[in-house]
């Protein structure tokens, strides 16, 4: 078993930033992938950004330039620094985290942050 406990969301407004944060605990094994997905109202669920821990980063098109994901594997914390932020990117953001190094079948989910953006 895998617990994320995710931070940082908010309200902000159009153009300005967030920083995410999603601690891992429990049975962690070397070889992982950690990302965010984010669920706007009335949408499913899209992958924005995933890291896995040799470094390999990938991006959702809407992210790329604006958002950046890092990581402490010391930690088991990922984070996602959000830039530029427009309204359509709010949603709840849920971090994933899957044993190997894609972020997409079977993982373990945070119970998600809201982010809001006004313009």
């Known amino acids: 078993q895998v617990q994320l406990v995710e931070s940082g969301g908010g309200l902000v407004q159009a153009g300005g930033s967030l920083r995410l944060s999603c601690a891992a605990s429990?049975?962690?094994?070397?070889?992982?992938?950690m990302g965010w997905y984010r669920q706007a109202p009335g949408k499913e669920r899209e992958l924005v950004a995933a890291?896995?821990?040799?470094?390999?980063?990938n991006y959702a098109d809407s992210a790329q330039g604006r958002f950046t994901i890092s990581r402490d594997n010391a930690k088991n914390t990922v984070y996602l620094q959000m830039n530029s932020l427009k309204p359509e990117d709010r949603g709840v953001y849920f971090c994933?985290?899957?044993?190997?190094?894609?972020?997409?079948?079977?993982?373990?989910w945070g119970q998600g942050t809201q982010v809001t953006v006004s313009s």
């Open positions: 994933k985290w899957t044993t190997g190094w894609v972020i997409y079948g079977n993982g373990y």
């Open positions: 429990g049975s962690i094994s070397s070889a992982n992938t």
């Open positions: 890291m896995s821990s040799v470094g390999r980063r």
